[in-house]
């Protein structure tokens, strides 16, 4: 079965930036629409962005204009470019193959002065 493994959280002030990577194995995730998620405290989890196999993307109001989903299919890794950070973007984010119960740990990224 597929894992994904996402990478690249930390500590940032206010207006700062920060890249996520999510790392597939197996072979499946070329052919899958993949998405990230986040988890606030206290919050539910939310779609955050999704890109399909081709790349067509798709962004929630609260990130758009502000992250960037993309994707290298040759190295069954998905990113995500995250700019002028707010401190309510500090969450858990996530990865998932967006058509399948299959998710990432998670990393944390805190915004914070």
């Known amino acids: 079965q597929a894992q994904l493994a996402e990478s690249g959280g930390g500590l940032v002030r206010p207006g700062g930036s920060l890249r996520l990577s999510c790392v597939s194995t197996g072979r499946i995730f070329r052919f899958n629409t993949m998405a990230w998620y986040r988890q606030g405290p206290g919050t539910e989890r939310d779609l955050v962005a999704r890109i399909g196999t081709a790349g067509s993307t798709m962004y929630a109001d609260f990130v758009k204009g502000r992250f960037t989903i993309s994707r290298d299919n040759a190295k069954n890794t998905m990113y995500l470019q995250m700019r002028d950070l707010k401190p309510e973007d500090t969450a858990v984010y996530y990865c998932?193959?967006?058509?399948?119960?299959?998710w990432g740990r998670g990393t944390q990224v805190t915004v914070s002065s």
């Open positions: 998932k193959y967006y058509d399948y119960s299959i």
